[in-house]
């Protein structure tokens, strides 16, 4: 228990407020790092495969007769 002179805030009330409080600002925070995440992951795959199709566009180019 805290106690504030006149005030007192049992151990259970205080873990409940911050739990309740903070939970929905790190769950927020976590989503937001979660897409930025699979963006970049995304943006990698779709540059790989950019590159990849450059490369047999080259192939084809120097195959033509």
Known sequence: MLDFG????EWGTLIFQLVFFLLPIILVIVCILKVTNQSKARQHAIEALEKRVEALEQE???KRP
Do not use: H, K, Q
């Open 60 to 62: 084809l180019r120097y």
């Open 6 to 9: 006149a005030v007192s805030i």
